[in-house]
């Protein structure tokens, strides 16, 4: 299972992970050897976390194939992501 963005390093995935068991209260992973492996925490989330990548990943086609209107309002709970700001200029650059 691979669970390195390829967009991110892994101190970037790393300091995420922390931040995740920090919320949860509990840890995800237990680490053996230089690998991971899912607690049973992890075991119940991976399935979530599946679901909505998989959601976010045919957002664009969806999108792409409908004419969408009106206004967008995301809200994001939890620590500030540098991302964001890419995220936002993007949307603004789309046709209204």
């Known amino acids: 299972m691979k669970i390195l963005s390829p967009t991110r390093s892994q101190s970037a995935t790393s300091l995420q992970i922390k931040r995740l068991e920090a919320i949860l209260g509990q840890p995800v992973f237990d ?47 939890g620590p500030p992501n540098p991302d964001i700001g890419h995220v936002v200029s993007m949307l603004r650059l789309q046709p209204a």
Not at 50 to 72: C, F, H, M, W, Y
């Open 31 to 77: 680490k053996h050897g230089r690998g991971v492996v899912l607690r049973d925490t992890g075991r119940k989330l991976f399935p979530v976390a599946q679901e909505v990548t998989a959601r976010l990943d045919a957002a664009p086609r969806e999108i792409s194939q409908n004419t969408v209107s009106g206004k967008l309002r995301l809200g994001i709970h």
